[in-house]
């Protein structure tokens, strides 16, 4: 059988995204792959860090139609609900953890330097708001952009 061959993430490249159908973000990889050791003896598929954008659009977006500007990693309010627990929020930093395999066959529209996105240290070690491993890219990556978006529609409407 033969194996699936997936193009791969490299540092600086910009991801269009997509949410939503008929939507479309950006994310950007900050970061070249590394191979990590996540228990003993079992090695990762090299790794690099993703910063989701809060960018949204309603069109196949090009670089060219990117506000420079605007790039940089979104925060994002999660509500939490579980059992016997009040619910509560969490604010994150949306610079996750993932492969480089580009397993959704995400396009890449363009490649920039991230060091400008975001300056702090890229740890390897999850925080209680960033750097979770979210495995390989999905087809929905951004979601949470999108559905910021649609709560500030809602708002403004």
């Known amino acids: 059988m033969a194996r699936n061959k997936f193009s791969l993430f490299k540092r600086g490249d910009v991801i269009r995204t997509n949410p939503q159908e008929g939507f479309y973000g950006i994310a950007v990889v900050l970061?070249?792959?590394?191979k990590l050791e996540l228990s003993p003896n079992k090695w990762s598929y090299p790794m690099c860090h993703i910063a989701i954008t809060p960018?949204?659009?309603d069109f196949e977006v090009t670089m060219k139609d990117v506000d420079l500007s605007q790039?940089?990693?979104?925060k994002y309010?999660?509500?939490y609900q579980l059992k016997n627990i009040p619910d509560f929020f969490k604010e994150e930093l949306l610079v996750h953890i993932y492969t480089t395999r580009n397993v959704a066959q995400l396009p890449i529209i363009g490649n920039m330097d991230p060091s400008n996105i975001y300056k702090e240290d890229?740890?390897?070690?999850p925080k209680p708001d960033r750097f979770y491993f979210c495995g390989d890219s999905q087809k929905h990556l951004g979601r949470e952009a999108y559905l910021s978006w649609l709560d500030k529609k809602r708002?403004?409407?």
Do not use: E, H, N, V
């Not at 970061?31 to 590394?34: M, V």
């Not at 790039?71 to 979104?74: A, H, K, Q, T, V």
């Open 122 to 125: 890229l740890s390897w070690l």
């Open 31 to 34: 970061d070249d792959g590394r």
């Open 55 to 57: 960018l949204i659009y």
């Open 155 to 157: 708002i403004t409407d």
């Open 71 to 74: 790039i940089y990693p979104m």
């Open 77 to 79: 309010t999660r509500c």
